[in-house]
């Protein structure tokens, strides 16, 4: 059974910085976790992409409303992935979830939808003040 726990989130005043923890445990976290993913939820909005990360860390993608402020990471000795969060604006509230795609890489089309990631974390609230 795969296990992704986040942690980090909490209330930050805008232009703040957080910086998100995926923690991952349960198999060996190569065979399930080729690309990751994080993703947010705001009230009443659908689920959206924010950044993904390719397994040897080259690739990375972002959505472009978090372009230039978040940097996606991961550590696989560690099995970790780190969502860091610069300059953050009261829109960036949210719960964040991280997600991996257990699927060898397959092309920039597939890092945002959602249906490819086979395992979620149970999210982290993100509350930015203005």
């Known amino acids: 059974q795969v296990q992704l726990v986040e942690s980090g989130g909490g209330l930050v005043q805008a232009g703040g910085s957080l910086r998100l923890s995926c923690a991952a445990s349960g198999r060996t976290f190569s065979v399930y976790a080729n690309t990751m993913g994080w993703f947010r939820q705001a009230p009443g909005k659908e689920r959206e992409f924010v950044a993904s990360i390719s397994w040897s860390a080259r690739t990375t993608y972002y959505a472009d409303s978090v372009k230039g402020r978040f940097t996606i990471s991961r550590d696989n000795a560690k099995n970790t992935v780190y969502l860091q969060m610069n300059s953050l604006k009261p829109e960036d509230t949210a719960v964040y979830y991280c997600?991996?795609?257990?699927?060898?890489?397959?092309?920039?089309?597939?890092?945002?939808?959602?249906?490819?990631?086979?395992?979620w974390g149970q999210g982290t609230q993100v509350t930015v003040s203005s």
């Open positions: 997600a991996a795609d257990s699927t060898p890489y397959r092309g920039a089309q597939t890092v945002a939808v959602l249906s490819n990631y086979d395992y």
